[in-house]
């Protein structure tokens, strides 16, 4: 295989952009997320620019698939630059609506392309991947983990709800986890994601360049993206394989499935009660406790709503009323607190609009979620 041509060439860029050749004249595109500074958070411009690539590469023949990665190893992508958001939302003068929705319709766009891409979309998940960056992840065909990926929908802890599409790919998954998952922002393990079905490859960290070697020996079908997927699956798999039993990795979903699909049944409300009354023993569990009784209780009601809303509903649906919603939030909810106490004055002691979930009403959800 030649070795990668680099096509966007300053070293700085947010995002870096790479052709890599293979056999027949073929070519694999390759995203790299470049900010580790910032675990790779997601700015508006590193949307701009994917988004940009994105489409070039939808119309070259000679790319038969798509490559997502993050510079460095502790994260593929933390999530989106909210701190660029709140500070629209919190500016001195009158602050404009438009740019928020601005930041989130297309990173929406974004994540809706990954997903409905024409072309074979791989993802190398590893460390952190959160918030955005799971909502890129997700929107992959091949969404590869490794021992230090770390995976997690976080928002509650600031005021939002999981959305880049978690209305959707959390529907697709098991109740009890995907209620956990979003009320809590556990960190799920490469074991949890794999159990989950939330990842589909598993692998070592140093497989990574043996994994892209591979992609070589794809059959791939610039014109039908199943026959290139169904090769590339084949490939990939007795890779996978080698990391099939990972005694070091916890695997909370199996562990812990029975203690918390329990507490999970019912009505907020009852969640909340259940979740203060519950004794966790692990650490994990303890910490799932506090970040959901620490959030934000308008969030918790708007998850478990918008979680039931869409549980039939199609992307296209998911992504308006995420839209709608996040915006709602940012401008009237809890946002400007949440990333105001977690990540820019940092005394993590939010004075959320709601000192519990008991005490939010109907209408209080209904100005953000309509029941109708």
């Not at 870096?16 to 500074?37: M, T």
């Not at 590193?46 to 502790?74: H, P």
């Not at 970040?291 to 039931?308: C, K, P, T, V």
Request: aromatic share 8%.
């Amino acid at each position: 295989m030649h070795e990668i041509q680099l096509t966007n060439k300053s070293a700085d860029a947010p995002v870096r952009v790479f052709e890599k050749a293979l056999k027949d004249s073929h070519k694999l595109g390759i995203i790299r997320l470049n900010k580790p500074a910032s675990l790779n958070a997601l700015s508006l411009q590193m949307v701009e620019l994917m988004s940009q690539q994105l489409q070039v590469w939808k119309d070259d023949e000679a790319i038969v698939a798509v490559w997502l990665e993050g510079e460095g190893e502790r994260a593929f992508c933390a999530g989106g630059n909210v701190v660029e958001v709140y500070e629209s939302v919190v500016a001195a003068e009158r602050p404009d609506p438009a740019v928020v929705e601005d930041y989130f319709k297309k990173e929406y766009a974004l994540d809706f392309c990954l997903h409905t891409y024409p072309k074979p979309v791989i993802c190398w998940g590893q460390g952190i991947v959160m918030g955005g960056g799971m909502g890129l992840f997700m929107a992959a065909d091949v969404r590869v983990v490794t021992e230090t990926s770390r995976l997690a929908m976080p928002e509650i802890t600031i005021g939002l709800f999981p959305d880049v599409g978690a209305s959707y790919f959390l529907n697709q998954i098991d109740v009890t986890w995907a209620r956990f998952i979003a009320l809590t922002g556990c960190h799920l393990s490469c074991s949890d994601a794999m159990a989950l079905g939330m990842a589909n490859v598993l692998v070592s960290q140093e497989s990574k360049k043996a994994l892209l070697e591979s992609l070589d020996k794809v059959h791939w079908d610039g014109r039908d993206k199943e026959r290139s997927l169904v090769s590339l699956k084949q490939l990939i798999s007795p890779l996978s394989q080698r990391l099939s039993s990972l005694n070091h990795v916890d695997n909370h979903v199996k562990e812990h499935t029975s203690e918390i699909a329990p507490l999970m049944v019912g009505s907020i409300e009852e969640i909340d009660q259940k979740i203060r009354q519950w004794k966790p023993e692990t650490a994990w569990l303890k910490k799932a406790k506090q970040s959901f009784l620490s959030g934000s209780a308008l969030s918790a009601h708007i998850i478990l709503r918008q979680l039931e809303v869409h549980r039939q509903s199609s992307l296209h649906q998911v992504f308006d009323s995420e839209l709608n919603l996040i915006t709602a939030l940012c401008h009237k909810g809890d946002f400007a607190e949440g990333v105001r106490a977690l990540l820019v004055d940092k005394d993590k002691s939010p004075t959320w609009r709601f000192s519990s979930v008991t005490s939010v009403n109907l209408e209080d959800v209904e100005q953000f979620l309509p029941f109708n």
